[in-house]
């Protein structure tokens, strides 16, 4: 048998021999019959988690807030491929933790405007036709972090990962409230959850009629506690805030009832101090996700320039990519699926020749809206504004392989 | 033909959900709009509410509403057009129903649904006063409450309202 010193001097006179030679047969092939080849695998489990080798993809956890459960944890965008969040990575924003509901004692209650005040319980949600969608869903304060004066150092996940996508399953909002039948002067819903914050959010009765799913899967399976196990309100497209989750009630009212999360919060102040309010839609938005934020390079060479686009107000279109801080453009590939509302993978192949550069990617959606940079984005807005924040993000990769969030 | 096509329209409008119970309306009906329709009975003075916000709420909101670790409460009226505007209860939120809605049904945010509605109005009275939004000898009850004018009433555009016009 060869010795591993006379191996290692044997492929070191293969390799010293010429290209031709470098794939000959190693002295002991037997050293690549690995111990997976050799030994009868672990047994079957009842539910199955990724690889121990990727215990690194996880959430990223925010600094609580006021209590324990009061605040976010973000999707690592950076480490995911294609447009679905696996359920255990779906960011989180919760306003007093995630609740343990028993399905069995859940109910759904629908009143105010309605000829017959309804409630359901979880058992016979699960009797109505279904519907699914992949959708996205977006925080209204994801990338706030771009309006602050001098640009946060972290990943793409840090920056804009109060984002995810899945497949969504459940039953038509607007059968449960023809069922319930709303009165002629019901012009709103208001959807409350109920979890310690009872957080509630008012929505116009038509769009919720016409789009509102009550969701009770994720991606085929019943939804995490931390998306509103055991049924959450999935309004397509619109800012995560008002996806109620735990829904509980809904109320059908004559107006907006003006609740805390939709004045004191989620309402864009402008500059001359007056602020927009029921600004729903979360608009039209893309990412590069590889390469993106402290991510280190492997010097000069080829690379598959990769990220996610998305709006709330259709399909997108088209992204484009610049590498000269926006002076010309190159469309990317998009290979799809593009859906309404979706998260959409766009990819581009780069040869980078190993000089500083600013990658930003701009994404354009099929009712003509266009993602504005930075500075056009920031224009009409007071200092303290964050919310629906679509400005372009420049990333700019270094001679000295950092990536870095620049303001460009 | 005919058979099969029956069969579809009676399956298409399925009614599983159950007339509800009058005490969950009751119980779980807490959310209050601007005109102040389902506000309760009682009422709250500034004084009872001063004590109040000693005992449970200034640990997170600070003296006088002040913040810290929570949200500001007071002051910053006047700031919302500058270069540093300050976003409180005083200066930005429009309705003082609000204030009542939220303060019954998430505060303290270890107690939530632990005030009583006569806590709350005194809550309400005592914030709305450090401002001088309400007068330091001010009782609110479900008639008061409504009626109170906000520094920021007028400061909301209503973006959907706007896109439908």
Redesign the interface.
Known sequence: MTSKTSRRKFLKTALVGGAGVATAIPARADEYITQAMTTPGRPFTAYGMPSPHEADVKRLLRPPGISPGSGASQTPLEHLEGIITPNGLHYERHHNGVPDIDPATHKLLIHGLVKTPLEFSVDALLRYPRVSAIHFLECGGNSGALATPQPVQATAGGLHGLLSCAEWSGVNLGMLLDEAGVEPEGKWILAESGDAASLSRSIPLAEAHEQGILALFQNGERIRPEQGYPVRLLMPGWEGNLNIKWLHRIKVTPGPTMAKDETSKYSQSLKDGKARQFNFIQPVKSVITRPSGNMTMNGPGYYEISGLAWSGHGKITKVEISMDNGATWVEAEMPGPILPKCLTRFRLPWQWDGKAVVLQSRSTDDQGNVQPTRDQWKAPYSSAQFYQCNAIQCWQVGADNTVKNVYA | MLKPLLFLLAAA?????????PA??KA???????DGKGLPPGQGSVAEGSGIYAEKCVM?HGVNGAGK??DQLTGGIGT??????V?T?SS????A??LF??IR??MP??H??SLTDHETYALVAYILSIDGIVKKDAVLDAKSLPKIKMPNRD???????ATKR
């Open positions: 409008a399925p009614h599983f959900g159950q007339p509800a119970d969950l309306i779980w009906d807490v959310s209050i709009p601007p997170c670790p929570a919302l057009a500058s270069d540093h505007p976003k209860v930005y939120w429009p309705y129903t609000t809605d939220y049904r998430a945010v270890t939530p649904r400061g909301f555009i209503d973006a959907y309202g």
